[in-house]
């Protein structure tokens, strides 16, 4: 059996370094791996989304479930959305790091229409997530989302600037506690 480490040696002249792991990257978002809870009350919108009208003013609960994928080079995320009563949505997302972009990317698929995806960075204490894709009536949509990690056990996401068809979308927060570690 041939060690990895040679191999690695071996494959790199003379003043080269390896490429950091997608893990050296990702472990900035270590913080975020475990099972989170949140509920807030779906706002009011301008949007002629149907879903989120029909929803408007009802209590949402989530659940977010961020792993590492085998290998750690990604994290996997599921997220789980519940106007009790009415609808159950589910999501998963995978985020990486993408070394031709230097930032990370993300794309996320739902059990519905939704899809998104986009990049996502540091900034001060918070992480900024910019996505486009289309929500769960097919529409486009585009938005930046706010993560911030409090202490070990809560997480605030804020997602502002959204659109809906070109179309302002209310701003949401969700306060998230991790459930699990």
């Given at each position: 059996?041939?060690?990895?480490?040679?191999?690695?040696?071996?494959?790199?002249?003379?003043?080269q370094?390896?490429?950091?792991?997608?893990y050296?990257?990702?472990?900035?978002?270590?913080?975020?791996?475990?099972?989170?809870?949140?509920?807030?009350?779906?706002?009011?919108?301008?949007?002629?989304?149907?879903?989120?009208?029909?929803?408007?003013?009802?209590?949402?609960?989530?659940?977010?479930?961020?792993?590492?994928?085998?290998?750690?080079?990604?994290?996997?995320?599921?997220?789980?959305?519940?106007?009790?009563?009415?609808?159950?949505?589910?999501?998963?997302?995978?985020?990486?790091?993408?070394?031709?972009?230097?930032?990370?990317?993300?794309?996320?698929?739902?059990?519905?229409?939704?899809?998104?995806?986009?990049?996502?960075?540091k900034?001060?204490?918070?992480?900024?997530?910019k996505?486009?894709?289309?929500?769960l009536?097919?529409?486009?949509?585009?938005?930046?989302?706010?993560?911030?990690?409090?202490?070990?056990?809560?997480?605030?996401?804020?997602?502002i600037d959204?659109?809906?068809?070109?179309?302002?979308?209310p701003?949401?927060?969700?306060?998230?506690?991790r459930?699990?570690?």
């Amino acid at each position: 059996m041939i060690n990895a480490t040679l191999l690695i040696a071996a494959s790199l002249t003379l003043g080269q370094t390896a490429e950091p792991s997608a893990y050296e990257h990702l472990k900035e978002l270590e913080c975020i791996i475990g099972t989170w809870e949140a509920e807030t009350v779906l706002p009011e919108s301008p949007s002629h989304s149907e879903s989120v009208q029909e929803w408007a003013g009802k209590p949402l609960k989530l659940r977010m479930n961020t792993r590492w994928a085998t290998g750690k080079h990604a994290q996997i995320t599921e997220f789980v959305f519940e106007v009790p009563g009415e609808v159950k949505i589910t999501e998963t997302g995978v985020t990486g790091w993408d070394q031709t972009k230097e930032k990370f990317i993300f794309s996320s698929f739902t059990t519905h229409k939704g899809v998104w995806s986009g990049t996502m960075e540091k900034s001060g204490d918070q992480w900024v997530s910019k996505f486009v894709g289309f929500n769960l009536d097919g529409q486009k949509c585009t938005g930046t989302r706010l993560w911030e990690v409090i202490g070990r056990d809560s997480i605030v996401l804020k997602e502002i600037d959204a659109t809906t068809d070109g179309e302002p979308a209310p701003d949401m927060k969700y306060v998230f506690k991790r459930v699990v570690a």
